[in-house]
C-alpha cells in the first residue's frame, strides 16, 4: 500500500520552485520587520534547481553564522548622508565634522555617491584613489579621504558595513604607489 503522506522541510529551511519561465526560484524568510510586522524574504534565482539549491544553502549558513549581509539598495552618497547626521554631527568636535563634511562633499560623493552599497567594488575605489594621485593629492589627505570607512563605532553598522571598509581599503601597492609619487 502506498505511503500517502506528504513530508515537509523545516521551518526556516526555505523552499524552491520552478518559475513559469523556466527559471527556479528559492525563498528564505529572513525575519519579520518590527514596524509592520510583514515577513522580509529572500528570492534566489537560478538556471538549475541544484545552482539555486547551492545558493540558498550558502545564504542559510551566512544567516546560522550571523555573516549574512542583504543587498543595500541605497547609493553610496545616501548612506554618507545618514552616517554623517546619525554618526558624525552628534558625536565629532566641529573641526572633525567640518572635514568630514568636506571629503564626502568634495572627493566621495562626485567619485562614488551613485553608486549603489551592494555594487560597490574594490576596482571602482581603486580608480577612484589613482584619480586623486593624479590630482596630486597629498598622501594624507587620501589617507582622510579614507576615514569615515574606517570610523564605524556602531557595531550594527560594523556589522552591516564591513563589506565596504573592506572594498574602500587601498590597496598596499597603491598606497606605496602614492607614497613614492610624493616621495621623488
Request: proline share 4%; aromatic share 8%; net charge positive.
Amino acid at each position: 500500500m502506498p505511503n500517502n503522506k506528504t513530508t515537509r522541510t523545516a521551518a526556516g529551511s526555505g523552499s524552491i520552485r520552478q518559475r513559469p519561465n523556466g527559471r527556479w526560484e528559492a525563498r528564505l524568510t529572513l525575519g519579520y520587520d518590527e514596524g509592520t510586522g510583514k515577513r522580509k524574504t529572500l528570492s534566489i534565482y537560478g538556471a538549475t534547481q541544484k545552482e539555486v539549491k547551492k545558493k540558498m544553502t550558502e545564504k542559510l549558513r551566512q544567516l546560522d553564522t550571523n555573516t549574512f549581509i542583504a543587498d543595500d539598495k541605497r547609493t553610496l552618497a545616501q548612506y554618507l548622508d545618514t552616517w554623517f547626521a546619525e554618526f558624525i554631527e552628534p558625536t565629532q568636535k566641529p573641526y572633525t565634522v567640518t572635514t568630514y563634511r568636506g571629503v564626502i562633499k568634495n572627493h566621495l560623493k562626485p567619485n562614488l555617491g551613485a553608486v549603489r552599497l551592494c555594487d560597490l567594488t574594490t576596482e571602482q575605489v581603486q580608480k577612484m584613489v589613482r584619480k586623486l594621485v593624479k590630482a596630486k593629492l597629498a598622501p594624507k589627505t587620501i589617507k582622510n579621504i579614507m576615514i569615515p570607512f574606517e570610523k564605524q563605532k556602531n557595531k550594527e553598522i560594523q556589522l552591516h558595513f564591513i563589506h565596504i571598509r573592506m572594498i574602500m581599503r587601498p590597496s598596499i601597492r597603491l598606497q606605496k604607489h602614492i607614497l613614492m609619487i610624493y616621495n621623488k
